[in-house]
């Protein structure tokens, strides 16, 4: 299993956090948290489609 | 304030009051217009479960003649589009599946083998993505391929279009006819996120002999889940209870012993967690929950409000009655083998039994099926607001 496919289980609401893919950015010149807050949403749309298929 | 906000206030006002155990000016009456409309409008169950701008133009038109307090919703349950995108094997619909009038069947398998319970436990997001969707979908078994990719694009589409369509409708009907809904969010009993689509009923009781521990685990590692999953829907309100339709915990599928164990220390974790974060539950107790009253009063005051479907309704009254909200009173079969007299009747004596301190509200006692009659479901409305004045 290579670095990037280790388990993240990631929180609840959360599908693959920002953390992991800031330190992959790496350098971050602008606002992060304006890039960070509409990853977040996104990333919770797509937790509520996945989890919705488990809550039927 | 218009004409229609003044509804909505008034409405609002009954149902919150309920919630809280009070007394409002009447008992509040929670409605659905199920799928026995279908008969009555000249469609197909098909054209409501697959046409949402027909099934939503239906209750639209429905609306204005129904005097009520909470809207359940409209007759189609599921999007079947959404499902068609991924080659969904957990349902049949109307006109794919089964006869375009006959309602839908839950296509249940262990969809998660026995195997599976020590990877879903570690990262359960993961594991659902990464294993749950390839085998409850056929667009999705070769996973990076042509169709897997554009079936996965097409799902979340159709999920997010639904999700817009039915929130301006939502909109249209509070706007247009002082519309209450019942809640926002969708959660479930841990037991029965595992019971219901991962190991299937047949899995999960066998589970309960020869991986108890795992099933354990797995209640405990889908519960923190479960309590986000009854608000993130909901845009993170309030005011109304989540929705959790509620299976395996009906007396007798476990035995109360089971039913310690396995089955209510994670429903109450989730409840205690969504009531931490201000939540509350519809603890819709589909079938008989009388044996286990006594546990469901360990909660918290106000947590859930308590359906009572075929629980008896007199001891759930005696020992939830005063501390949680009691729904429910009619029976779904009453709908369909009743006459409207018999249906005010009833009603009448449901409020004389369980609606005299307040803290209850009117409706169905489990969703009301396809063959239930217009008029004995419009005579449960015009009865209670004949007797349920306070």
């Not at chain 1, 953390?19 to 807050?37: L, Q, T």
């Not at chain 2, 068609?84 to 083998?113: H, I, R, W």
């Not at chain 2, 006594?294 to 501390?323: M, N, V, Y």
Request: glycine share 10%.
């Amino acid at each position: 299993m290579s670095e990037k496919e280790k388990l993240l289980n990631p929180d609840p609401g959360v599908c693959l956090p920002w953390k992991v893919k800031v330190e992959e950015i790496g350098e971050f010149p602008g606002n992060e948290e304006i890039a960070k807050k509409e990853w977040e949403k996104l990333d919770d749309f797509a937790y509520n489609f996945i989890w919705f298929w488990a809550q039927r | 304030m218009n004409e229609k906000e003044m509804l909505y206030q008034k409405r609002l006002e009954r149902y919150t009051t309920a919630m809280d155990c009070g007394k409002p000016d009447m008992v509040p009456v929670a409605f659905g217009i199920g799928e026995w409309i279908v008969k009555y409008t000249g469609t197909t169950l098909q054209e409501i479960y697959y046409d949402l701008d027909k099934s939503n133009r239906i209750v639209s038109e429905m609306l204005p003649g129904l005097d009520f307090d909470i809207f359940k919703g409209g007759p189609s349950l599921w999007w079947p589009p959404m499902f068609d995108a991924l080659g969904s094997k957990l349902y049949k619909f109307p006109g794919m599946g089964v006869d375009e009038n006959s309602t839908f069947q839950f296509n249940e398998q262990e969809y998660m083998k026995a195997d599976d319970y020590d990877e879903f436990i570690a990262s359960p997001t993961e594991w659902l993505v990464n294993h749950y969707l390839p085998n409850i979908s056929t667009e999705l078994e070769n996973p990076g391929s042509y169709r897997s990719t554009i079936a996965l694009i097409k799902g979340a589409a159709a999920f997010a279009m639904q999700g817009g369509i039915m929130g301006a409708a939502w909109a249209k009907w509070t706007v247009e006819h002082g519309i209450v809904g019942q809640g926002t969010g969708f959660t479930k009993a841990p037991f029965d996120t595992l019971g219901d689509a991962l190991r299937g009923m047949k899995g999960v009781l066998l589970d309960l002999r020869r991986r108890p521990d795992k099933v354990l685990a797995a209640c405990d590692a889908i519960t923190p889940h479960n309590v986000n999953c009854s608000l993130a829907g909901a845009g993170a309100d309030t005011r109304f209870p989540c929705f959790a339709p509620l299976h395996r915990g009906a007396y007798p599928f476990l035995n109360p012993k089971q039913w310690d164990t396995f089955y209510w220390p994670s429903l109450k974790a989730t409840i205690e967690g969504m009531w931490a974060k201000g939540k509350r539950m519809l603890f819709y107790a589909e079938g008989d929950w009388t044996p286990y009253l006594e546990k469901i009063a360990e909660l918290p005051d106000k947590s859930i409000i308590f359906q009572i479907d075929t629980t008896d309704p007199k001891k759930a009254k005696e020992i939830l009655g005063g501390r949680f909200c009691l729904q429910g009173g009619v029976p779904t079969t009453l709908l369909t083998y009743g006459t409207p007299e018999k249906v005010k009747e009833h009603v009448k004596r449901t409020f004389d039994e369980l609606a005299c301190d307040g803290g209850f509200i009117l409706d169905t006692g489990g969703v009301v099926m396809g063959d239930a009659k217009k008029e004995n479901a419009l005579a449960m409305i015009e009865a209670a607001r004949e007797y349920g004045v306070y």
